[in-house]
């Protein structure tokens, strides 16, 4: 049985202004799996995963050539409204961004930006987020209380409940364990594992062994191309490009 | 870019280059105290075996080490699995050697039951095989590995030529022949045994260098 496709790159390039940072990526993202995207420093990953969900479209000077599918919808096309796409692919980036706001406001502030009202439901949305994101049992006595009192590892999974709210289809993660400790890390990837069952996740991580542990498919860039992508298990056993291994092995440089 | 890593391998690389001429030099003299009828080199074949296991043991520590401290992945990790289980090849192909010489000790007193032919031409495939399954991946010769996975079916067809001249000529026209020919039967079963470990070692060595799995597959060769 085939894997379904969420998502797809056909023939991306990007520039930031003139200078090229992709080069004709084909790329294929499978429904209910995480594909992990590593490379070298400004090989272009998160350049790549921010096209996603168009968060760079926001960048002066950025043009775009090539598609970007979504169940097989170009996510560019200009009847496409951006903020339903980024409600469709949500995002947690490096740095764990609560607002100064209360742990429930994060997490409903989604909903009211998409214009739900009704207190039952958001509230319903809340919790179900939160015991999603591996933090209700952690903050259940303390849902009005800063969410800046949570420590490091709960402010991700926190970002991820506030993701989660608006019932995204897919989930892109950039670097979401940068900067946590590897007890939190352990926590956030145990937590991947088990979004991955409702969700279509893409991560971006220089962690090797993170990619290696929780992805079912990696995709390495280099220089702004797609080098090779296949299943992740193949690219750390016997990966197929010269290029992949010497990265993977530290020989790079 | 040399990596302090590559020195840790590099390492390994040695270690078994030492293993396998100690597994060699305990086959060639297993064999040898069989022709000279030399009960001495086969008990120092015997105590030769300690310095085989101790040297298996750390083998495998320094591989376990690398693995825990250096998570390798792709050709390193597959260099270091193939290592590990190389190591556990080498240490049984010792113990046959030592197989062999306590069947000369078995035999040693008591005159040879025929002159030897085959069983020094298999001992020659064995230690052959052997040696070219360590040159094969010290080297990641895939064409020498291949060469030895082939070779197998010559180290069986003798086997199976000496089992059947002790049987047909020996045991069964005079029982009284047994005690001199059975230990010469084993002799050539354990010979053919360390061709067979060669064999597992040349297919691992295969799949370290082209990520292939024959092993049970000899049609992907």
Redesign the interface.
Known sequence: MHDTIKMKAEGVDFFYGPRQALKNINLDICEKHVTAIIGPSGCGKSTFIRLLNRMNELVPNASLKGRILLDGEDIFEESVDAVEIRRRVGMVFQKPNPFPKSIFENVSYGLHVNGVKDKKLIEKRVIASLEKAALWGDIKDRLHESALKLSGGQQQRLCIARCLAVEPEVILFDEPCASLDPISTGKIEELILELKKYYTIVIVTHNMQQAARISDHTAFFLLGELIEMGETQGIFTAPRDKRTEDYITGRFG | ?E?H?DEELKGINSEILKMGSLAEEAIVDSVKALKEQSREMAVNVINSDKKIDGLEVEIEERCLTLMALH????????FLTTAIKLNNELERIADLAVDVAQRVLEIVDKPLLKPLVDIPKLCVIAQTMVKESIDAFVNRDIALAKKVVLSDAEADKLRNFVQDELVNDYISKDASTATRAVPLLLIARHLERICDHATNIAEDVIYMVD?KVVRHHPEEL
Not at chain 2, 71 to 78: E, G, V
């Open positions: 870019m990596r890593f998570q390798p992945t792709a050709i390193d990790l597959r990520a």
